[in-house]
């Protein structure tokens, strides 16, 4: 690979690749590269793998049964087969894309009209640039079904808000720092609500439950009805 990758022992049972230690979209599709490639290899690897790789920003958890290789050997096996890959922008091809629609303002976005006045954008704006761009699923966290989504046009950023909800609806699009989301169920949240969604983002009765994975690229539609 062009720029060498960190690979060293996290615990006794899994090695972390680091690849940066920032929120960058090149660097998060070569870790979901890396991941794809890794867990779509034969049997010979997975001896002493026992589950999928993790992806996270810039970094990705791997883990081993810890019986069979020790923390050591397993993290300088990784080393070497991934300074031999030649991955760059493989994983953006390889990525499929989720439409998801979205009812913005009203009751479905309550934080709409204060994301306007603090971006010096009108409502409409703010929904036509948050749909304007495809997303990265950076990876998946905090509640099942979670994906953390970007990067959000410059002009849409803010600080999460000041005092968190202690409920926010499932469902509810939302914007924070220069990353969006959808809640995949009721839960406390800090996010600020521009929309809503009637896609379901987790359901224990489908395969896959989550409607999104990462590696994933998403697009938001205004639903208009």
């Not at 600020?192 to 489908?206: F, K, N, P, S």
Request: aromatic residues 8%; negative net charge.
């Amino acid at each position: 690979m062009a720029d060498r990758v960190r690979v060293e022992p996290y615990g006794d049972a899994a090695v972390l690749v680091t690849l940066g230690d920032t929120i960058d979209l090149d660097v998060n599709r070569r870790v979901h590269a890396i991941a794809q490639y890794l867990d779509a290899m034969d049997e010979g690897l997975k001896d002493f793998t026992w589950g999928s790789s993790v992806p996270a920003y810039a970094s990705l958890l791997i883990p081993f049964d810890r019986w069979e290789v020790s923390a050591h050997e397993a993290a300088q096996y990784f080393q070497e087969l991934i300074d031999e890959l030649d991955i760059g922008r493989e994983a953006e091809a390889l990525s499929r894309t989720v439409e998801i629609a979205v009812r913005y303002g009203g009751e479905d976005g309550s934080d709409l009209l204060d994301v306007s006045e603090r971006t010096g954008l009108t409502p409409s704006q703010v929904s036509e640039a948050h749909a304007s761009v495809d997303y990265a699923c950076f990876f998946l966290g905090f509640a099942p079904g979670f994906g953390y989504l970007g990067v959000l046009p410059a002009e849409l950023e803010l600080p999460r808000r000041g005092e968190p909800r202690t409920r926010v609806p499932a469902g509810s699009v939302a914007i924070a720092g220069r990353q969006t989301a959808v809640y995949p169920s009721a839960t406390p949240g800090g996010w600020h609500l521009i929309g809503r969604t009637e896609a379901v983002l987790w359901d224990v009765q489908r395969e896959p439950p989550a409607l999104l994975a990462p590696g994933d690229r998403v697009r938001f539609v205004a639903d208009r009805r």
